[in-house]
């Protein structure tokens, strides 16, 4: 199975900061199959990236996604105060799917 | 628009059995495949089980398998998850969730509002 490690656990920032989160994975995505979700209390998870870069419909351009293998990175360039939730990555690319455990970015 | 309505949460004991339903509206049931992931309180999400767009393929977490069962009825637009031999760790909030592709193993683009089962005596 592979474990995703995502850090930090808990990011405390303002408006406007840059957010950048990590997800790293116990072995190599080969077809980085990685995707991010942002959870909201009381919401349903919503698909920011997929592929680890791609950004999905509707997905605002100041979240980004990056990197390969084992490590991944989601950004976001300037935060909103809706930006405010916990961020999860998940992997699609081996059986069983995984999600890591989740990083809260809240306001500081 | 896309429609994800799960059933069928309640407070069951130890031990016991229950069922949920989704009913699935606003796309094309049967080009996708279907999942359930869920969340324990205070907890990050779990994959549950998937199953393929036309019911030949399931999976399920180790924690569960020879206990809960996923079908799907592509003439009702409609996913299950039937639940035996429940336990108290299974309790949390069960989201239907719609994969992007037909084989499960893609991103998840789309989730339901959850279903709660308590297991508790």
């Known amino acids: 199975e592979v474990v995703l490690t995502q850090s930090p656990g808990t990011l405390s920032l303002s408006p406007g900061e840059r957010a950048t989160l990590s997800c790293g994975a116990s072995?190599?995505?080969?077809?980085?199959?990685l995707a991010w979700y942002q959870h909201k209390p009381g919401q349903a998870p919503r698909v920011l990236i997929y592929?680890?870069?791609n950004r999905a419909s509707g997905i605002p351009d100041r979240f980004s996604g990056s990197g390969s293998g084992t490590d991944f990175t989601l950004t976001i360039s300037r935060l909103e105060p809706e930006d405010f939730a916990v961020y999860y990555c998940?992997?699609?690319?081996?059986?069983?799917?995984?999600f890591g455990g989740g990083t809260k970015v809240e306001i500081k | 628009e896309v429609q994800l309505v799960e059933s069928g949460g309640v407070v069951v004991q130890p031990g016991g059995s229950l069922r949920l339903s989704c009913s699935a509206s606003?796309?094309?049931?049967?080009?996708?495949?279907m999942l359930w992931v869920r969340q324990a309180p205070g907890k990050g999400l779990e994959w549950v089980s998937l199953?393929?767009?036309?019911?030949?393929?399931?999976s399920y977490r180790d924690s569960v398998k020879g206990r809960f069962s996923i079908s799907r009825d592509n003439s009702k637009d409609s996913l299950y998850l039937q639940m035996n031999s429940l336990r108290p760790e299974d309790t949390a909030l069960y989201y239907c969730?719609?994969?992007?592709?037909?084989?499960?193993?893609?991103?998840?683009?789309?989730w339901g509002q959850g279903t709660l089962v308590t297991v508790s005596s």
């Open positions: 199953i393929n767009w036309d019911g030949s393929h399931t």
């Open positions: 998940q992997q699609y690319d081996a059986s069983p799917l995984t």
């Open positions: 592929s680890a870069s």
């Open positions: 072995q190599s995505l080969t077809r980085n199959y």
């Open positions: 606003g796309f094309t049931f049967d080009d996708h495949a």
């Open positions: 969730v719609r994969a992007h592709d037909s084989t499960g193993y893609s991103n998840l683009n789309y």
